[in-house]
């Protein structure tokens, strides 16, 4: 006999869901309206405008798409690409590889740019990559690599591709709200995110931004985009159709008012502060995860704050010890995924999770396991 | 200044989403686990025994898409066919012409069976089509026409397929939950459906169940599937991996806690009862509806009860009318869509909104308004 759920109170300090604030979650359960109501397209405005101010830019396209992250990656990449053309794909963890592999299903070309797992995408080797195919239509890169903990120089890698006037493709699920990202002043063209990391929303929702070109590029194609959910030509008429919206899909209306409340929340925060908190948390975890003999995977220099991939310890359990966080101390921290799987943890201080209690419980609890 | 969104409590009687009750909105609101912590992944087993229950199969491959029923429909479509492949496409209505448009990006062949908006797919025009193309591979259709209220012999139609040894693809978005539908029994293949719908869930979900002649066509493809975010081989090893669950995306944790409890209450109330309070409610509204000189756009033999398709009065304004009705009731009916937008609503008595109060609020609303 089945029974209601009542999950418990986690708190997430993996690499996505985190946690998310009783205010969002209180959003999320305000009454349904339908998607096509006045009051609802008005606040679909409102979260284009947060969104906007999220990702630093006036792109007049910023819209969530309404599935998750993997979704809007592959938005991105069947809406820019075409059959034939030629992608450069940077592969330094997991979620190039995804790049590479909806690449090929869009019967794209690839140029594979591969650097190591926990190391940034390699600016030099992209730019030799160009000079050996002129011809590349567009750069797919990972701005803060979700499988390693590593942030790759987004701004010099769209600057080599403006040089060969081709377009960008850029990974920011989990950078955005976390890290800079200034969609504009770099002159990235297609970004993608996701609502559960930085910005602490429900996941299954894809924050994503194109930029005039890209829109360009879009209405430009010779061929049909190969999905009818992700064509955003068509969504397009849904999200800036104004008061003679037309039907696309039917909007997952919750989830977009917990949306605005995280995207609203960040915005009374700040994003200059948000940014620094992410920051700082990073400082306070990082000194005692040393101490307590965890080495980082990627360099100071290009670490990401909110996503702190760690070897573990000799003699220290995997499974067992993050079974016992669980358990004991309803903590999740999250394993390592890919070829890292087994060998690191990675320990999220992502949007809402970014904050001295979270550091503190997991150093303590941490420190009381290991020791056990 | 942006402000916090707060809703007011609608009556949602249009074709999605339906009213959802108090206990799925607090379920929705629990605090977030992780998707692969080991308490969701119980959860996620008993979503998938209580929609094999809603969808009355066995189906081992019975999951909810992390997308709307628009995703549904895709994944259906890309999982099933392959560039060259012929398929039947019936079309009755918009959902019909998104068959149609689905099935041309996976490169399909389509042969068409048309047949009036308001009337059901012709069993007999579907089998001469069969005839005169015995190497179809797909029969797809629309169960329930959101469009327009017709409902079509799912039971029948899948014979005819039988006979010719193809699979069936099957929209039954509007349907599950709100009339008969035995995948099992009836012999479907690859079936859709919609949260948001008669299951009263929030919308932002789609349930599809596949039968194992559906899997097998999927594990004999010889071209990989278009989409990677809708490849089902891939999604299996997440929903059907056990312990040892793969990662694939991030699956949409509330939204999934709120299926649970929506789930959990049809099957609370017993399928049949469901079934039996729409066409109870149906009679009442009808009664009613007739009375205040509407007319029915589709005959009572395919008639859904959970979609009432209504010819407008003579000299009744479309959008005014619509427009008073919220603004003064808080009351949702649906415009028409393509075809016979601005003569026709649809007024919805979908899972939760299926209830003596609604049909007597939306009566008396309608016979006040219309009498000013």
Known sequence: MIQRFYPPRRILMGPGPSDISPYVLQALSRPTIGHLDPLFIGMMDEVKTLLKY?????????????????????????????????????RNGVFGERMRENAIRCGAQVVLVDDEWGQPVSVDKVQVAFEQNPDVKVLAFVHAETSTGALSDAQALAKVAKQFNALTIVDAVTSLGGVPLKVDEWGLDAVYSGSQKCLSCVPGLSPITFSPKAIERIQARTTPVQSWFLDQSLVLGYWNGGAKRSYHHTAPVNSLYALHESLLALHEEGLENAWQRHADMHQQLKVGLEALGFRFVVDEACRLPQLNSVYLPEGVDDGAVRASLLDN????????????????????????????????????????????
Not at 57 to 68: G, H, L, M
Not at 342 to 350: C, D, E, N, Q, S
């Open 54 to 90: 999220a990702f630093q830019t006036e792109n007049e396209f910023t819209i969530p798409v309404s599935a998750p992250g993997s979704a809007g990656m592959e938005a991105c990449f069947v809406n820019l690409l075409e059959p034939g053309d030629k992608v450069i794909v940077c």
């Open 329 to 372: 101390y309803n903590l999740e921290v999250g394993g390592g995924l890919g070829a890292l799987a087994g060998k690191v943890w990675r320990i999220g201080l992502m949007g809402y999770s970014a904050k001295q209690e979270n550091v503190a419980l997991c150093l303590k609890a941490l420190q009381q396991t290991l020791t056990q």
